[in-house]
């Protein structure tokens, strides 16, 4: 008899996993959302994203179809299992940093119809209050006249607990002075004045000498809230010019502040040039107020361009157009905690500094030491105090500006780096709240999307405008104050300049007519094709501001109030050298 043929086993879907079998399943799920979100983030150029799109489909239906209908034995389960793990895992993580990518771009492009403003009770360091309730009785010094709504609401909230004796006085640089020599206990300080106090030589250690032991937060509707730009171009095709504020301030960007960092960058697409022409931070020129500026902004009047960031971003813009002649299709700003947080994020940045330019201790933050000749590796504070050093340099506004340009060029060259891989998730929550600009989000896309696909060779080119120094009275400040009288001739080169670069040409075809030596034509150029003409430019000014405020609160509203008031101090004229 002949022995019997056993059946041949079939495939026992028992004998999967069934968490895997769930986990696999999930991955469908999961590849689905990847594509959504690759789809609506928007940046892919078609014949990237159809390929992309493809594969993904392809390879989940390979392992989902392996692991579940075709591995048999206990080896090819076990190494089809890890593939849906991984898959799974790589798609949801994938779904993760695009949407954080895409939220990033959003919070961007948002535009708060808020300002956010701040409020300090300042005392000196040596002084018996430490906290708002021990200065019951104090004497606080206050400047109406120049900042009205600002000491309403601080006196609104300190009067709710506390009752003081208020003196008036007519600058925030008398009102400090008063404060120096004990004729006041405390002042309350607008915080984007802070920075023309510590300009004064006088007060450069303002913030070493003093402290705040109260802050009064509270947000203003902006007039007009800010749009989209309305002189917006297609971003891929045509030329355009971004206005560039750096202001000098920490934490949220809403705040209004000086405007410190001045830069227009002009754009053409086509002919992948980009020009960065940098405005002196104290250019002396007519304030043109915009529509959401407050009643206290000097309309008209002359002063610091700097001190123009005090009455928002749109007045800062409207005065650069005004006296320049020019038109600015979109805004970018930024502040100090930009730069610390972006640098920070991507793990630092490697700079070479060259011989005789070692620095021993930054005036700009002693806190972080200083520079050696050769390589160094700077985190987001010390970058900072490089960039923003110039009183240790024998030429101090030229080697500053080189050192913000070495600084940018290291930032790029870290985010283009393969080690950004791992610090992705950090680079985007560090852009999500790095910036704002009335580029809409779209733009953005658009433009990212050009670039992926046409990966073009950009040509940078740079232009510092000049001028002369002198002290003239500051409108906002109330006072006598170091300017840069604008050199004409130079407002006329920068003009020319952009309009070359938006015709198709080389900023560098514009002769410069204020005749002055291209002091930063010698600098390296290793890193893209970079030129620059430039003179004594005197911008980007960079100096210490507050610590960020993580809340605000909205104070009351009211239309009047009172104090006692002691108009005894003259206007002196300051140096802000």
């Not at 879907?13 to 999930?26: Q, T």
């Not at 789809?39 to 390929?51: D, K, Q, S, T, Y």
């Not at 086509?270 to 002196?280: E, N, V």
């Not at 080169?493 to 291209?518: L, M």
């Amino acid at each position: 008899m002949s022995a019997k043929k056993h059946p041949r086993k079939m495939w026992n879907p028992k004998r999967h996993n069934p968490i895997l079998r769930l986990i696999s399943l999930l991955s469908l799920v999961a590849m689905i959302m990847l594509i959504l979100q690759i789809v609506h983030l928007g940046i892919l150029p078609a014949r990237f994203e159809i390929p992309i799109l493809g594969s993904i489909i392809l390879l989940t239906l390979i392992i989902f179809l392996f692991y579940n209908f075709t591995s048999r034995s206990r080896l090819s389960r076990f190494i089809s299992g890890l593939l849906v793990i991984a898959l799974t895992f790589g798609y949801g993580l994938g779904s993760y940093y695009i949407y954080r990518t895409d939220s990033a771009i959003s919070s961007v492009t948002d535009l708060s119809n808020k300002v956010i403003n701040n409020v300090s009770f300042v005392v000196m360091k040596e002084s018996s209050i430490k906290k708002l309730s021990q200065a019951s009785g104090a004497k606080v010094g206050i400047t109406p006249s120049i900042d009205s709504k600002a000491m309403k609401e601080a006196l609104a909230d300190v009067e709710s607990s506390i009752s003081i004796k208020t003196v008036k006085y007519k600058s925030y640089l008398d009102e400090v002075q008063a404060l120096y020599d004990g004729d006041i206990d405390a002042m309350l300080l607008s915080e984007s004045y802070r920075g023309t106090i510590y300009d004064q030589e006088a007060y450069q250690d303002f913030n070493q000498r003093t402290r705040t032991v109260h802050t009064t937060h509270y947000t203003t509707n902006r007039k007009k809230a800010i749009q989209q730009s309305t002189d917006a171009v297609d971003v891929t095709q045509e030329p355009f010019t971004i206005y560039v504020s750096g202001n000098d301030s920490f934490g949220t960007i809403q705040e209004n502040s000086r405007t410190d960092s001045n830069m227009l960058i002009t754009v053409n697409p086509t002919t992948h040039t980009i020009l960065m022409t940098s405005i002196p931070r104290d250019y002396y020129e007519p304030i043109v107020c915009s529509a959401d500026s407050d009643s206290d902004c000097p309309d008209g009047e002359n002063d610091k361009l700097t001190h123009s960031g005090i009455y928002g971003i749109s007045t800062s813009e409207q005065t650069i157009e005004n006296f320049m002649n020019v038109d600015i299709n979109y805004y970018v700003r930024v502040n100090f905690s930009s730069l610390v947080n972006i640098v920070d994020a991507v793990g630092g940045v490697d700079v070479k500094v060259g011989k005789g330019l070692a620095v021993k201790q930054f005036y700009t933050d002693h806190t972080v030491g200083g520079v050696h000749e050769g390589t160094n590796h700077l985190n987001g504070q010390k970058a900072l105090a490089y960039a923003r050093e110039r009183y240790s340099y024998t030429n101090g506004d030229m080697q500053r500006v080189k050192n913000q340009q070495q600084v940018l060029k290291a930032l790029i060259k870290k985010i283009k780096s393969p080690s950004m891989i791992m610090n992705y998730g950090n680079l985007i929550d560090a852009l999500g709240g790095a910036f704002e600009t009335n580029l809409s989000s779209d733009d953005i896309r658009s433009f990212v999307r050009m670039q992926l696909l046409l990966n073009p060779d950009w040509t940078f080119e740079s232009y510092a405008m000049i001028g002369t120094p002198d002290t003239r009275m500051s409108a906002s400040m109330g006072t006598y104050a170091s300017v840069t009288l604008p050199n004409k001739n130079s407002i006329t080169t920068a003009r020319k300049k952009i309009e070359a670069v938006i015709n198709g040409k080389s900023s560098k075809t514009v002769k410069d007519t204020a005749k002055q030596e291209d002091a930063t034509s010698t600098q390296d150029q290793s890193t893209e094709n970079y030129s620059t003409d430039s003179g004594n430019d005197q911008v980007y000014d960079y100096s210490q501001s507050t610590p960020s405020y993580d809340e605000y609160s909205q104070a009351q509203d009211y239309s009047s109030y009172s104090q006692q008031t002691d108009d005894t101090t003259a206007i002196d004229p300051y140096a802000d050298q």
